[in-house]
């Protein structure tokens, strides 16, 4: 909590029914959703390598099946987006229990234009990692040096 100076303008001083609201409707217990952003979204942990021959993005996406997630290549635009939804119905006695969750995103990037080999990506869902491997054209790989002979 920031420390506000009185000068006389409530505006400058934090809402206190606004401090609670935000302090008791988040998840502490929700142990297994701990990316909170501000917008109370989730967004996975990307991580993108480049080597000589090709690049490479992982995903952190644990809990999800190969079969949610789509990955789209879209001119140099590479796409990946994942949707998971499930509804759980007990009804014991005189009491029914319903529970249904949703989780989404999407994420973009964009590629160095005429570099990628569009037919050879591979992507593999593994331990809750999404990898993926983009081969570069061979045009585009970094060569060697080539020297020169000075006469």
Do not use: C
């Not at 969750?101 to 037919?119: A, C, I, N």
């Amino acid at each position: 909590m920031a420390i506000a100076r009185w000068n006389g303008n409530k505006r400058n001083l934090p809402s206190l029914p606004n401090w609670f609201d935000d302090l008791w409707n988040r998840d502490f217990f929700e142990w297994d959703n701990r990316n909170f952003s501000a917008t109370d979204s989730t967004l996975p942990s990307v991580n993108v390598k480049e080597t000589e021959d090709h690049y490479e993005v992982e995903v952190a996406a644990p809990g999800m099946d190969k079969k949610d997630f789509r990955v789209t290549l879209d001119g140099n635009l590479l796409t990946i987006s994942s949707e998971k939804q499930t509804n759980n119905e007990q009804e014991k006695g005189n009491y029914t229990r319903r529970e249904f969750s949703y989780q989404s995103f999407q994420r973009t990037f964009e590629l160095p234009k005429d570099v990628v080999d569009e037919e050879s990506i591979d992507a593999k869902y593994n331990n809750g990692v999404l990898h993926l491997v983009i081969p570069k054209k061979e045009e585009a790989k970094k060569k060697a040096p080539k020297m020169i002979e000075v006469r």
